[in-house]
């Protein structure tokens, strides 16, 4: 049985598809490291990109760190990062020509990111993209971080999609693994790892950027896919 446009949804993660903030968040984590003294290298805050702040916070400072502590510290991180992001967001190459085939074609269009709603929000304003998107799936909506499904989950209902007609854009492995155990097909970019780590986290096709990415090619793949 196939299925009309119309049902599919796209859902796109934040940090590193939409837009490229691996510098800034790099930028806002070593600032917040500054201010209270915790060890956060480059390399470690590369390693956890795409986790949530709670995740990343008890690898740092263990188990016994307080939910309290965890919403102080988060706060304060994010917090830098919109100082250092506002006026400097812009969308990655071929992003904005993806959203308005996907658009065009009938496709509801969700965000579902580890970030805080803030972030999110002052990607859609500074990019022109209010009203674009059915649903706005952040940290704020989820109680477990990816490789748990749950932010897609959250993604496809709040947007009134189903998880066998939609499909995920991600850079990262723990991305695309949730995407996977939603039920989802991932394309995996590879803005932030290799094309390796992608495949080996399971996703279901592997591209350098979304430039010229062929949204039509892609319709035929989930309608075949569900046929």
């Not at 263990?62 to 102080?72: C, F, L, Q, R, S």
Request: glycine share 10%; proline share 3%; aromatic share 6%.
């Amino acid at each position: 049985m196939s299925t009309t446009n119309g049902s599919f949804l796209a859902i796109f993660d934040h940090d590193g598809v939409l837009v490229d903030t691996l510098k800034l968040h790099q930028d806002a984590w070593e600032e917040l490291g500054r201010q209270t003294g915790m060890a956060l290298s480059p390399e470690f805050i590369h390693q956890t990109f795409g986790m949530t702040n709670p995740s990343i916070l008890r690898m740092v400072v263990g188990e016994t760190i307080t939910d309290a502590e965890i919403a102080g510290l988060s706060d304060r991180k994010e917090v830098c990062y919109r100082d250092l992001a506002r006026g400097r967001i812009a969308l990655m190459d071929g992003v904005r020509d993806v959203l308005d085939a996907l658009t065009e074609a009938g496709v509801a269009l969700a965000i579902g990111s580890s970030g805080v709603r803030a972030n999110l929000d002052l990607t859609v304003s500074e990019c022109g993209l209010d009203g674009r998107f059915a649903k706005i799936a952040s940290l704020e909506d989820v109680t477990r971080g990816k490789p748990d499904p749950q932010v897609f989950l959250a993604a496809a209902a709040g947007a009134g999609g189903a998880p066998e007609r939609s499909v995920v854009f991600e850079d990262a492995p723990v991305g695309v693994q949730a995407a996977k155990a939603a039920g989802m097909y991932a394309v995996g970019v590879e803005s932030s790892n290799p094309a390796q780590a992608l495949w080996d986290a399971g996703a279901d096709e592997v591209v350098a950027d979304l430039r010229g990415y062929d949204v039509t090619a892609l319709l035929a793949r989930l309608r075949d896919r569900r046929s």
